[in-house]
């Protein structure tokens, strides 16, 4: 089965400059994510995705990062005017319809993530 | 406060050791656990879920203890392939995840 796969896999802007970033997820997967991971630290999610409706967007800088997800398979983030502290992996993910967790948490919703794109801005 | 936290480590134990990660989180609504385990420049890959129950896969121990809202993973008979990064990961209705900073284990011959 293939994974989820994203585009470019480095981009390396200057400041103020405009970025954009491809995800297709694993087939039949409802879910999309996209995470930003800087260095050092772990992924912090910036947008999620059930089909093509925004689920949480509460923490994307939304005065210059938006994403969308059309038909409800492939996405794409825009970064737009990028900033030096945007400098980090962006992640995709991508999980089947989630289903309810079992008593007691633990359910089985888990993530597939996508290699990422290693932005550098400049 | 962050909503989940992991000592970031380093963690430098020989081949064999046993060593654990610990994790707290402060939304006591969380519902779903999990440990992901990150290697260097790759991107994360489920390695268990946590149940309340606790559970065991092979090597591994996870813990639950949702009174003091706190997470473990433990490592037994170490491995050289055991080195990486483990992310705690913690999610509040099975959908949005938060992820720990990650706590870094490096396994010696």
């Known amino acids: 089965e293939a994974g989820v796969a994203q585009s470019p896999r480095y981009k390396i802007i200057e400041k103020r400059q405009s970025v954009a970033f491809w995800c297709n997820p694993i087939s039949g997967h409802a879910t999309l994510y996209w995470y930003q991971q800087i260095l050092g630290q772990g992924p912090k999610l910036l947008i999620q995705f059930q089909n093509n409706g925004v689920v949480d967007d509460s923490q994307l800088p939304k005065d210059r990062f938006s994403a969308e997800r059309l038909k409800g398979v492939d996405s794409t983030l825009k970064i737009q005017p990028a900033k030096l502290e945007d400098s980090a992996v962006y992640l995709c993910?991508?999980?089947?319809?989630?289903?309810?967790?079992?008593?007691?948490?633990?359910?089985?919703?888990?993530?597939?993530f996508g290699p990422g794109t290693r932005l550098t801005v400049l | 406060r962050k909503e989940v936290e992991q000592d970031p480590g380093p963690f430098n134990v020989p081949e064999g050791a046993t060593v654990a990660f610990n994790c707290t989180y402060s939304n006591s609504a969380s519902q779903s656990f999990f440990w992901y385990r990150q290697d260097c420049r790759k991107e994360p890959k489920l390695l268990m879920s946590?149940?309340?129950s606790g559970n065991e896969d092979g090597r591994f121990t996870a813990q639950l203890n949702r009174a003091s809202q706190y997470i473990s993973l433990l490592i037994r008979d170490s491995k050289l392939s055991d080195s990486a990064t483990y992310l705690c990961v913690v999610s509040r209705n099975n959908n949005d995840m938060r992820f720990g900073a990650g706590t870094r284990l490096t396994v010696k011959p």
């Open positions: 946590v149940y309340s």
């Open positions: 993910a991508s999980s089947p319809f989630p289903t309810p967790g079992l008593a007691g948490g633990g359910g089985r919703n888990e993530q597939f």
